[in-house]
């Protein structure tokens, strides 16, 4: 067929091109249950199933009829080809139905499947994921897998927690699959190499949180300060086993100063509760030098120079400075509403705290030779 001259089909001959592309690509067979025997009705009767050899596509149909994309969607308009939409719709949920098929019947490898449902076939999660992205986004849905129960201050079987990387790919910190998802929210995340000892700011070095030979308990000497001054990792001024804080020195510490989290070295407000203010309303105070402020930035910690308040969208930051040990988590759960982003941060919890909205990225470490 001549380039730029799409085939034209009468109502009879798209119907019957349509029918033998789906049995091009398919076959009928004896649906078999676990053990291999053929399956059959309660007439007696074999079941058969239709097995796609080839996924059957709108993409792949316009391929074998001969046509561009322009052109099925001319014929599957109403009011331009009223005698052929009702094919090219009938065409169309075919594919729909093998493709929720694949969604309830494979175990992996589904967001594909759901990004087509959601973007070519309109499809939305019945329950909708109201706390765990974004809050401007009103209408993108995930898959549900815990919802609130009639305790909760949520109406009950309303949808908390989402199965990370199946929502839309807005939720990917790339927008591609293969990107990190769900940053903004759903979980909080724990994260390690990072704590606060009676307020001082201790991490370990460089990544070598990310090396499970680095241990990160209490008492372990991997676990540096931050200089204010220049800042490089000194030892720690403030342990664990200490029975109260250090409240001054030479290191970076956190004092609550006008309703707000400051990075300093000397502490005045320490208090053994829980704490807040808007990620953008954190500052470093004066001695707090420009190698440890660049340091702080990198961790996340404190906000870019000459950002405003605004830019950060309403994340949150949460710390205890008044007690011996308190580990940190990031980016806001299901319940976090317009306080969950990836500036998020709730540093007033313990080593051994376990909540329903905590949750962590698994690594894959490959064997080293």
Known sequence: MAAGRPKKYTKKGLREAIE???????????????????????DGEEIKVVQFVVPP??????????????????????????????????????IEAYLEQELLTREKGVQGIIFNLQNNYGWKQK????????????????IPTTFYGPDSDQPEGTTAHVATGTGPLTWSHDKTLSGIWDLNGNVWEWQGGIRL???????????????PDNPQNTTSVC??????????????????????????????????????????????????????????????????????KILLRSLALLPDEGAQEADYEGDYFW????????CVSRGGSWGSGAGAGVFSLSGHISRGDAYTPFGFRAAYIPEIR
């Open 319 to 326: 710390w205890n400075n008044g007690v011996a040990e308190r």
């Open 20 to 42: 033998r592309y789906f049995r091009s690509i398919s076959r009928t067979i004896p649906a078999r249950d676990d053990t291999g025997g053929i399956i059959r009705n309660d």
């Open 223 to 292: 676990w540096k300060a931050i200089n204010a001054a220049d800042g490089s990792l000194v030892e720690p001024e403030c342990e664990v086993g200490d029975s109260s804080a250090k409240l001054s020195g030479s290191t970076v510490k956190l004092d609550y100063v006008s309703s707000a989290w400051q990075w300093t070295t000397t502490v005045a407000s320490s208090q053994d509760a829980s704490r807040s203010c808007a990620f953008g309303k954190v500052t470093a105070a004066a001695a707090v030098g420009n190698a440890a």
């Open 197 to 211: 000892v009676w307020g001082e700011l201790q991490i370990l070095a460089n990544n070598d949180a990310a090396d």
């Open 127 to 142: 329950q909708e994921v109201e706390l765990g992205k974004d809050t401007r986004e009103s209408n993108y849905k995930a």
């Open 57 to 94: 596509s709108v993409t792949g149909m316009c391929l074998y009829l001969g046509i561009d994309r322009s052109t099925w969607q001319n014929y599957a308009d109403a009011a331009l080809h009223p005698e052929l939409a009702g094919i090219c719709q009938g065409a169309r949920t075919r």
